[in-house]
């Protein structure tokens, strides 16, 4: 078994020196792959928004752990063939290796945009953002602008409309929103409330006099999607830059011509769609739906992964995506 020696030191109680203590390299590599199994676990909620394809290194590591963890206890006994511990030992720093490395590379960096841009996003639902256009908001919040979101009804249709607030709170943070309101308006039921919608939007309008606005198509088959579609277009009829997102129900009709560049960001948008739990039966919130929309899409942009946007204006050249 190699051990690491540490020198003899004299103790300052009897003057005398001390024998060498020695460490096991087993039981260092068991301790080391131990905390970084530990790590991937509780610290998830705060390194996952950091980390592409994050779930890869959490398997991996829990893995490696789950394998290498016992079998470097089991060697502290000393009584264990050489080339079994050579390969043990080599294992286990191979597989710290690969964390380390998987951690480095998949880094998402987050970068100081000059000058800072305000994005307003409107969504019916607590969860239409995360679905439509959570990696562009992901991406922007990272570059450094401000994100502001209005969420319009409470959800109370298609699941707990006290949990899915929260829920769409805690995505809403979880993709970098500086500030997100709900209005709390009756689920399924906007297009009766599209004045109290529009009057909201156009009071964040005037607030914060956002560079660009995201919005719900016209073509949607949900009739909460088309009413904020409307309301926003309404209190936005000044506004130079607004953009419409592709939700699950858009219809055939819906017609992109811009894409922004998701390919970082697909694992960021597939974590920020899991927080909203009360929705997961659903089957367009499952991660390889989302991953395979974000592919099409990006096929027709001539990228890997990219999220789509119909043009009601954009200037050219505006300096935000």
Known sequence: MREFSLPPHRDI?????????????????????????????????????????????????????????????????????????????????????TQLLLLVSGWIPVGAAAPT?????????????????GGTLARLADAGHEIHAIVAADGAVGGNAGERAGEARRAGTFLGVTSLRTLGLPDTCLAEHENTLTAAIEEKIRTLNPDIIFTHSAHDQHQDHTAVHRATMR????????????????????????????????????????????QMDKPYMAGDVLTAKANFRGEQAKMEAAEAFEAVRIPAFRGVL
Request: charge should be positive; hydrophobic fraction near 50%.
């Open 117 to 133: 841009r305000r994005i307003l996003a409107v969504g019916a639902h607590p969860d239409d953002l995360e679905l439509a256009c």
């Open 235 to 278: 209190a936005g009829r000044r506004h130079p830059a607004i953009l419409c997102y592709e939700s699950p129900s858009a219809t055939a009709n819906f017609s992109p011509q811009v894409f922004v560049d998701i390919t970082e960001y697909t694992g960021v948008k597939s974590a920020g769609v899991a927080i909203h739990a009360d």
């Open 13 to 97: 109680n009897t003057g005398r020196n001390t024998g060498a203590m020695t460490i096991s390299m087993n039981a260092l590599l068991a301790v080391l792959l131990l905390v970084a199994a530990l790590s991937v676990v509780l610290l998830e909620t705060s390194v996952r928004r950091r980390i592409r394809a994050f779930r890869p290194l959490q398997l991996f590591t829990l893995g490696s752990a789950f394998l290498l963890v016992p079998a470097n206890i089991a060697l502290l006994g000393g009584n264990a063939p050489a080339n079994l511990e050579r390969w043990v030992s080599l294992g286990s720093v191979a597989a710290l290796a």
